[in-house]
């Protein structure tokens, strides 16, 4: 290990795992996955060479939004387990080397949570201005335009009270008061909580919306909306919503959440922030006034599958975190997202893996995308998402398609669940061909390609400590750069094309995803991503 490798921390030179708990592993037959499920496969995830697993939300809820609506921060749901249980994964995770992050939802509670009960007791409970409230229009309507992520108004009017309250996702999802301090210091003992349990870091949902301008203006019309659309919320981006994301306030409040962060040895967060560069890069702070260690990268997700636009977005951002003095990170596909491989296409899914994993900065690595898991249809009588749900007219709106049960076996329940139980959402139709045990006996398969790239990360210290540059591979199709540390030049090929292309490479090849090893300076092949060395 180099000196430079050996000052990076743990969330800089692994690859974070995420987990949908509920499609990982079922134990009990239920069709339902659950944390015993997820430890009984840690040593899988070990075998991936990954470091860290981060588990979306697992606490009580009543699963209206699967979790992400909070009934207790403290507690297990009973369909994931127990807290003892979970005691037992962060014990076994920790044993196979891998850390453990948590999903951390501090923009609302459910509307369950015992907190908002008493705040719906009347305008004197002690818990009212936990939450947020306004009087109504003057004309006895909605307080203001703001739309909720899912559709439809971000307001609900409580009879009992008369007031509305806000919501920016189900009504069921009431968004908490964070200019409140009583509220901070509660969320605080919260993160106090799980990292008491041994708990490595948290990813932070929506961080960028934890303020609103206090004004409660209405917000202006997007006159771009129809190309701002982002994982099918067409309502919400009808509005450019300059007054409930990204206010001044909400910086204040992460520098004190990085702060309770930092009261515990080598822990993390990183912070889902859907926002252009410019604005995402602030949100790691300063080396004074430190924010998030990762603000979550999602343009591999957004932005066209092009090799020109990929470089140039790869130049700006590697350019730019190293200005702002933060640490790259790297995201193709998440729980809100469809699968990147049917995104890029299965012909360009290894291209896209190997990005992935050779740029410069920590990638997030979806449960599934290591098989070349696709999305599930879903019919409409068989569709949960509360998204999906409410945005009938918008057919990207629903996440269920990218949630569908891990695909173990060709066996019946896919080795998720029992043979006979009907899982939560279906599985696909190719599940006997596209699965872990299938591919661990395949040197050619999608799996053991991932493998081989998170190998290769391992024995070159280059492509994790590694300085960028992107190179002029000759052809437009075709993206390439360096990864140079202490004299030791890796180059990596990606050609976003079928056509073959002649590349000026030297060296000796270390991997290629057509699973040979072709000669450094051979044409590069249509769809095929290549790592030389020299």
């Not at 009580?60 to 387990?81: L, N, T, W």
């Not at 129809?226 to 910086?251: A, M």
């Not at 398609?401 to 939560?424: K, S, V, Y």
Request: proline letters at 7%; a negative charge; charged letters at 25%.
């Amino acid at each position: 290990m180099t000196s430079l490798q050996g000052e990076l921390k743990w969330w800089q030179s692994g690859i974070i795992y995420q987990i949908y708990p509920r499609s990982y592993q079922d134990s009990n037959g239920d069709g339902v996955g659950d944390l015993p499920g997820i430890t009984a496969r840690l040593p899988y995830v070990a075998s991936l060479g990954v470091q860290a697993v981060w588990l979306s939300p697992i606490f009580k809820s009543p699963m209206r939004d699967f979790g992400y609506d909070v009934a207790d921060y403290c507690d297990i749901d009973p369909v994931f387990g127990t807290l003892e249980q979970f005691d037992a994964l962060v014990a076994e995770a920790h044993r196979l080397g891998l850390k453990v992050m948590l999903d951390y939802v501090p923009n609302h509670t459910s509307s369950d949570h015992a907190w908002f009960q008493e705040a719906l007791t009347g305008k004197a409970s002690a818990k009212r201005d936990w939450y947020v409230w306004r009087d109504p229009a003057p004309d006895g309507g909605l307080p203001n335009n703001w739309k909720s992520f899912f559709g439809g108004p971000a307001w609900t009017l409580d009879e009992a009270s008369g007031q509305y309250y806000l919501h920016q996702f189900l009504p069921s999802q009431p968004d908490l008061n964070w200019r409140n301090p009583d509220v901070r210091a509660a969320m605080f003992d919260v993160l106090r909580f799980w990292m008491r349990r041994g708990v490595d870091g948290f990813r932070v949902d929506v961080i960028w919306l934890l303020a609103e301008d206090e004004r409660f203006l209405d917000e202006p019309e997007n006159p771009d909306a129809d190309r701002e659309v982002v994982g099918g919320q067409i309502e919400h981006s009808t509005l450019l919503h300059i007054y409930t994301q990204d206010q001044p306030e909400t910086h204040d409040y992460v520098r004190e959440m990085r702060r309770v962060i930092d009261e515990f040895d080598d822990r993390m967060m990183v912070g889902e922030i859907y926002l252009p560069l410019d604005k995402l890069l602030p949100y790691s702070g300063t080396p004074e006034a430190p924010m998030v260690h990762l603000p979550f990268n999602f343009h591999l997700i957004l932005l066209p599958w092009d090799a020109q636009t990929i470089r140039q977005f790869a130049d700006e951002y590697d350019a730019a975190s190293n200005a702002a003095g933060a640490w790259p990170n790297w995201v193709l596909g998440n729980h809100d997202q469809h699968r990147f491989k049917t995104r890029v296409g299965a012909a360009q899914y290894r291209v896209a893996q190997t990005l992935l994993l050779t740029l410069r900065g920590t990638p997030t690595v979806y449960y599934g995308d290591e098989i070349g898991m696709e999305n599930v249809p879903v019919p409409p009588e068989k569709m949960v998402d509360p998204s999906g749900l409410q945005q009938p007219d918008s057919p990207d709106a629903g996440r269920d398609p990218e949630r569908t049960p891990m695909q173990w076996e060709a066996a019946p329940g896919a080795g998720f669940t029992a043979a006979g139980t009907e899982p939560w959402l279906p599985l696909t139709d190719n599940f006997a061909q596209v699965n872990v045990q299938v591919q661990e006996q395949d040197s050619q398969s999608d799996l053991n390609y991932f493998r081989a790239l998170t190998r290769l990360r391992q024995e070159q210290p280059a492509l994790v400590g590694g300085s960028y540059r992107s190179l002029d591979s000759g052809h437009a199709d075709v993206f390439a750069f360096e990864r140079e540390l202490n004299g030791e030049r890796l180059t990596v090929w990606l050609n976003f094309r079928g056509e073959e292309r002649a590349v000026a490479a030297t060296g000796q090849t270390l991997l290629s995803s057509r699973g040979d090893q072709p000669a450094a300076q051979s044409p590069l092949r249509g769809h095929e991503a290549r790592v030389v060395l020299g």
